[in-house]
Every structure is written in C-alpha cells, then in structure tokens.
C-alpha cells in the first residue's frame, strides 16, 4: 500500500506538471482531434460511396472504431511514457529508477502524463455513442461488465506492445522506429474489420500480433454479428485474456531485458 500511495503521488506530479503547459495542451488535445476527425471521414467517405464495408454498416464501424481509440485513451493514460523510453536509456536517466526501492517499470509509466489520451477517451466515447444508437445496440449490465473486461484486456494488449518495444531498446538503445512502425501505425489495420483481409494477415492479427481483439472480435458480442465467420467463435470473449497473455510475454521479455542492461548513459 505504502508503494502504491507513492505511485499515485508520481502520477498526480506529472499530471501537474503536464496541465502547467496550458497552450502545448490544447494544441495536442486539438491536434489529436483533428487527426481522429480526418480518419474518421475517410472511413465516411467510404461508406458513403460503398453503404457497408465487408457486412458492417455505418453504425457497427463507428462501434468498432470507438472500441479502439477509446482502448488507444486507456492504454495512453497507463502507459504513455513507454513511448519516450529511449530517452531514459541514453540519458542514464533509467538508472537511477534502478538504484530506488521501487518497481523500474512503475516508476517509468507514473513518470510523466500525456494529454493525449483525454483526447482519445473524449473521441472513443463518441464514437461508441453514435456507433451504439445507429447500430441498434442496447446495453444492459451484462454488456456494461464485458465492456470493462473488454477495455482492461485491449489496454494490456497496446501496453504490452508499448513494453515489448521498449524492452528492445535494452539491447538497441534506439527504439523510435519501431514505437512508429509497431506502435503508432500498427493500429491502421483494425481500423476497418480484419475480415476484409486476406486470411494469412487475419492469422497474423489473431495469433502472432494479437490487435484483432482490441475490437474486431469483441465487437461481434456487443453488436451481435454472426460468429460462424470467425476462426472460433469464443474468440469474441477472448479479449482479456489475450491482453494478460501479451502483457506477461512482453514483461517476460521486459524482466530479461533488464537482466542484461548496461548502462549507457551520458
């Protein structure tokens, strides 16, 4: 308990210290905005020109893409400073976390706060608003428990991608390509339905990078869509576990790389 106060404490400083910068924080916070916004029409535009994309209609892709970003908000609040850990390494900053009486990992995702995700969570919300009321879905406290299962298992999953790259800058130092290529960008794919691709990245998706089950899996119990196209239809309940999975292989590999760090600080 004692530990946990401290973290708390860390978390409310970089909160602090983040919400001092009032102009850098509405610009990201527009700025994410207008990203989403654009994104988002560019799926309109499709939908307007095809009326469904792969068997989902306006309101199941505005609930699919709501499952994510509002997952993208959760996993950002958590584990945003992930994102900068190459920084901490060639600084040598990471050692000092190191010779403290507290977990390295926490230390380094209650170092700092990205703003960022009030955006995400604010955008997410909407979108599961409208994707909701224009796919028909309505909620009952069954579905409202599911949903909290589904967001903790879809934020272990982007956390556990976050900590796996991070864990590979143990051995390179340098990580910022890959938080770009695998953080960042990997997240286009579940845009749309994985279904829409050809079967060898659906297995890809589903079984060695895991992201279907942020929200196209979850997506087929809330919205009620026919589970016999999937490879099993369990993989619809199948989110929180896959997010601890991810997140215990990615801490494995995290816990290893620390085994093996030098120092290479400046």
Do not use: C
């Not at 919300?125 to 909620?139: D, M, P, T, V």
């Not at 990580?175 to 990997?186: D, G, Q």
């Not at 749309?192 to 979850?218: E, G, R």
């Amino acid at each position: 308990m004692r530990d946990l106060a401290v973290y708390l404490k860390l978390m409310v400083s970089a909160v602090r210290a983040k919400m001092e910068y009032r102009f850098t924080f509405l610009f990201m916070f527009l700025a994410i905005v207008v990203f989403y916004l654009g994104q988002l029409g560019v799926v309109i535009v499709a939908l307007a020109r095809f009326t469904n994309i792969n068997g989902w209609n306006a309101g199941e892709m505005a609930f699919l893409y709501g499952l994510l970003v509002f997952s993208q908000g959760v996993a950002t609040a958590l584990f945003a400073p992930l994102a900068n850990f190459e920084s901490l390494i060639i600084s040598g900053d990471f050692d000092r976390y190191l010779v403290r009486p507290l977990n390295p990992l926490a230390q380094v995702v209650t170092g700092s706060f990205e703003i960022n995700s009030v955006a995400h969570l604010m955008i997410g919300s909407a979108a599961l608003y409208y994707g909701s009321r224009l796919a028909g879905l309505e909620w009952n406290l069954g579905r409202l428990l599911f949903f909290a299962a589904v967001m903790a298992g879809a934020a272990l999953i982007h956390g556990g991608v976050r900590l796996a790259v991070s864990a590979v800058a143990f051995w390179t130092l340098r990580n910022r390509s890959l938080v770009h290529m695998i953080v960042y960008s990997s997240k286009e794919f579940v845009i749309y339905p994985v279904s829409i691709y050809k079967m060898w990245i659906q297995v890809f998706l589903t079984v060695v990078f895991p992201i279907a089950f942020i929200n196209f899996y979850p997506s087929h119990y809330f919205l009620a869509k026919d589970p016999s196209a999937l490879f099993h239809p369990y993989l619809q309940y199948l989110t929180p576990l896959a997010g601890l999975v991810v997140f215990a292989l990615a801490h494995m590999l995290w816990k290893k790389g620390i085994d093996q760090y030098q120092s290479a600080g400046s």
